[in-house]
């Protein structure tokens, strides 16, 4: 029978056995991950003279084959020593540079606290909120640098008159400032008489151009990774009671918080619980019917009540146009966003008081649908706007009305981000539902970002905006937070929430501002007198001319090259295309091969656990029947009366014995 | 009072500490201030103790749901000698491995430390985690068997490390919530 300690013996010189053979780095790693105390630890990383091994002899040998390996790895390369030092030495940089980056990680602090009073769900807000803050900051950056400074080298003096008003509707003074693109110039410009030259419209389409696509990039590949963590890797093993109970969120610290969290957790395992049972629930004919007819029914009247809205929008862009020909009040051009705003705000709520009428078996159906038709909602109306903008700045000929038209969407996009916020804040409040909406709150900023990122072509001052208003949110946010407390009733799955939210960002979002731009560049005449583009025909022309112009050098015939066959070409991108179809195939082929897999090994499992109970009842069985073989022994040896204690034991603590042999069995992998 | 604590700890034991454990130099420096404060004055911090109290009174554990079980995992003999107070910051620490906090979590979760998670052990954690005095024993049950259908794969009515930790390896949702901060900086 085995002991103890005997078992931890075997464990640690297994332990030790195979640490001898690796590197320092990995040695170090593995006695990290074990679950052991710093003393054992300790020991183990000088080479196995621990306390619980009496074997001093074996410890010596231990370490006399430590010895030998060191001086083995003395005899090696010294390229390879080399190697080890480099990569030493980048580790230390890479622990200490991430060390640095955690201590000027933007809020850290603020963030901990949230989470400890919160919980998880709510800092995935804010961790994306700080998310949305490094893009914007990198665009500005970009934008700044290769942009702004140029045209202020060359700026001329600003004429117009400064009121307040400009603030709010951004024409006015600040139309003749870096903040439009018709301020900019279509010149090279050029310093000194030998001094590089600098091709002001290159420069504004490329930096545009790499703007966004850097945030593609991340998107992508940050939708991927959330993507693989949450969805792929969870497999349909982890259900939903089971996270619920073992996954307590250990993070927080308040006790007002950690209350809440426990009646919400109630709640929700009592709501999973009756989902759980409702499956089973068969509906009559009837009610099925009722049911049914309410879903069309509401339905029916959410996108009518969209599609009414959409309407009322077109027409009043157009009506705006006449409007803004006639009057000539600054404040006018408000009427749009103002409209724009008030619509985004009402309707929603409208759609929330369906719940009323409507009746969903499970809970999360019914945010999903809210949510689904807000976004609807939201999306339908931005694309409205893009496309009578589009379409009356190709039929129109009119310079001014052209110009006027691109103040107006960006006077719209400011202005639908700062009230936006500012009015949904006051009313929201004002309503009674301090509640924090995490879903609600998160559309908003994806809102918003795509308004930026549609604006940023005209606008390129407008991450610098956007930047302000996602400081002054997160603050306001904080601060509402810390003094209703009211931490959101539905605990939704943060991860998985995130994941959602960067899915959102990224397609209905970001397609749609890349459709939207591609179609500007493509399509629109730019304006004939103002802005870095003026004079093409399209705004395509100006990289069509350059590349025009390398192909008379003949030292950058190969980017002509790259840009005629790459770039220029169908058969490139169609081949591109499918490699990504055939990668995507073999993955989800690879997935559906694991899920049989899995449910093979399942099977299997089950089988050895009858196994093993079968044949521990056999090896009952059998010590029962020695037993009566040898009934009335009074004169037993002492080996007999030891090896029965033990059979008795080891009848009495089948589980006990089914734990030794675990740790052993457990031992041996890890070792 | 504060220049004395800091220079108390080694450079040796310091860079030792951050091989041994998931911690960053800051981190160690601020449990050990932490430690420092709490065990009685003047004595040297690799020989003073703590008692479980305390360290169940620390802000970081003070509501926390499983704090006796934390203090009974994480102690020797009863009491807390700093390397102990240090284990267990780093298992809670964000950068540990998942292997290492599943290991402690299943430990923390195995009420009667018989090497499994049983029945009586789930209920004793559905009771710790709603803390309601009005959950009835058929809602018990029920939530209990839901339970053990999830996650049990050989069917005895148990869950053994190698359930939970497949249950828990891949959940994101776990790693997260996993997690302590104990130091005040």
């Excluded at chain 2, 009491?79 to 292997?99: H, N």
Aim: aromatic share 12%.
């Amino acid at each position: 029978m085995l002991s103890d300690d005997h078992v931890n013996e075997i464990i640690i010189d297994k332990l030790i056995a195979s640490l001898i053979p690796m590197t320092s780095r990995d040695r170090i790693k593995a006695i990290r991950n074990q679950p052991r105390t710093m003393e054992e630890k300790r020991n183990l990383s000088r080479g196995g003279l621990t306390s619980m091994t009496e074997n001093e002899g074996r410890a010596k040998a231990l370490d006399k084959e430590k010895s030998k390996q060191t001086h083995r790895i003395l005899q090696l390369n010294c390229c390879v020593q080399c190697l080890n030092s480099i990569s030493r030495a980048y580790r230390r940089s890479k622990n200490s540079l991430s060390e640095i980056l955690n201590s000027i990680s933007l809020w850290q602090k603020t963030l901990k606290i949230i989470g400890g009073k919160f919980g998880t769900s709510v800092l995935s807000y804010f961790n994306f909120l700080r998310w949305l803050l490094k893009f914007n900051i990198f665009s500005f950056i970009v934008n700044f640098s290769f942009i702004i400074i140029p045209q202020f080298t060359v700026a001329e003096k600003n004429t117009l008159q400064f009121t307040g008003l400009e603030l709010f509707t951004g024409v006015g003074y600040f139309r003749d400032t870096v903040m439009y693109y018709g301020f900019y110039t279509n010149s090279t410009i050029q310093h000194g008489n030998s001094g590089a030259s600098y091709n002001m419209q290159l420069a504004y389409i490329f930096t545009i151009g790499a703007c966004l696509t850097t945030c593609f990039f991340s998107l992508l590949f940050s939708m991927a990774k959330y993507f693989r963590d949450n969805f792929i890797n969870p497999h349909i093993y982890s259900g939903g009671i089971t996270k619920l109970i073992f996954c307590w969120d250990f993070t927080v610290t308040h006790e007002k918080a950690v209350k809440l969290k426990q009646k919400n957790l109630s709640t929700e395992i009592r709501e999973n619980l009756s989902e759980l049972r409702q499956e089973n629930a068969k509906l009559t004919f009837n009610q099925q019917l009722t049911r049914f007819s309410t879903y069309v029914m509401a339905w029916v009247v959410s996108t009518g009540v969209a599609i009414a809205c959409c309407a009322a929008v077109y027409y009043l862009a157009e009506y705006n146009l006449e409007f803004l020909k006639t009057h000539s009040n600054p404040g006018a051009v408000l009427l749009l966003p103002f409209v724009v705003s008030c619509i985004n705000l009402a309707v929603p709520c409208f759609y929330s008081m369906f719940r009323l009428v409507e009746r969903y078996e499970m809970p999360r159906h019914e945010v999903y649908i809210l949510l689904i038709r807000n976004i609807l909602l939201k999306i339908t109306i931005v694309g409205i706007l893009c496309y009578y903008w589009l379409n009356n700045v190709a039929l129109s000929g009119e310079e001014s009305v052209g110009d006027l038209l691109k103040v107006g969407v960006m006077v719209w996009v400011l202005n639908s981000v700062c009230f936006h916020r500012i009015i949904g804040m006051q009313l929201i409040t004002s309503l009674g539902l301090p509640e924090f909406d995490i879903a609600r709150n998160v559309l908003e900023l994806i809102y918003a970002q795509t308004l930026v990122w549609i604006g940023i072509f005209f606008c390129p001052l407008l991450p610098l905006i956007q930047m302000i208003m996602l400081f002054i949110m997160f603050y306001t946010k904080n601060i509402s937070l810390m003094m209703n407390f009211q931490p959101p009733s539905k605990a939704w799955r943060a991860s998985q929430m995130m994941t959602f939210f960067i899915l959102l960002l990224f397609f209905p979002s970001f397609t749609g501002v890349l459709c939207t731009l591609a179609i500007t560049i493509w399509r629109l005449k730019p304006s004939a007198d103002c802005g870095p583009f003026r004079g093409l025909p399209f705004f395509i022309h100006s990289i069509y001319s350059w590349i025009d112009t390398l192909s008379t050098r003949p030292g950058y015939l190969w980017v002509v090259w790259i840009y005629r066959n790459l770039i220029g070409s169908v058969h490139f991108f169609f081949i591109l295309t499918l490699i990504v179809l055939i990668i995507t195939y073999l993955y989800w082929q690879i997935t559906e091969g694991r899920k049989i897999m899995i449910r093979l090994l399942h099977e299997q499992i089950i089988n050895e656990g009858k196994d093993k109970m079968f044949l521990i009842e056999k090896l009952i069985k059998l010590q029962d029947m020695e037993k009566k073989a040898n009934p009335s022994s009074l004169v037993l040896e002492r080996r007999e009366v030891e090896q029965q204690d033990a059979l008795h034991l080891g009848e009495r603590d089948s589980s006990l014995d089914l734990r030794f042999r675990r740790s052993v069995q457990e031992g041996n992998p890890r070792a | 009072m504060g220049q004395c604590l800091r220079y108390q700890m080694h450079w040796e034991d310091l860079e030792e500490y951050q091989a041994l454990t998931f911690l960053t130099r800051n981190e160690i420096l601020c449990i050990h201030d932490t430690f420092l404060k709490l065990c009685p004055p003047g004595k040297y911090y690799k020989e003073a103790t703590l008692t479980m109290d305390q360290v169940s009174s620390l802000p970081a554990l003070r509501v926390n749901p499983f704090r006796d079980r934390i203090c009974r995992v994480f102690s020797h003999k009863g009491v807390f000698s700093f390397e102990d107070v240090l284990g267990m910051a780093s298992v809670f620490s964000e950068q540990a491995c998942p292997s290492l906090k599943i290991e402690y979590a299943f430990r923390i979760y195995d009420f009667n430390e018989n090497g499994f998670i049983d029945e009586e052990d789930l209920q004793r954690i559905i009771l710790r985690l709603l803390n309601s005095d009005d959950m009835s024993e058929d809602l018990l049950m029920d939530l209990t068997n839901h339970v053990l259908s999830e996650s049990d794969l050989d069917n005895d009515n148990m869950l053994s490390f190698s359930e939970f930790e497949h249950a828990m390896a891949k959940s994101p949702d776990f790693m997260n919530s996993f997690r302590i901060h104990f130091w005040g900086c």
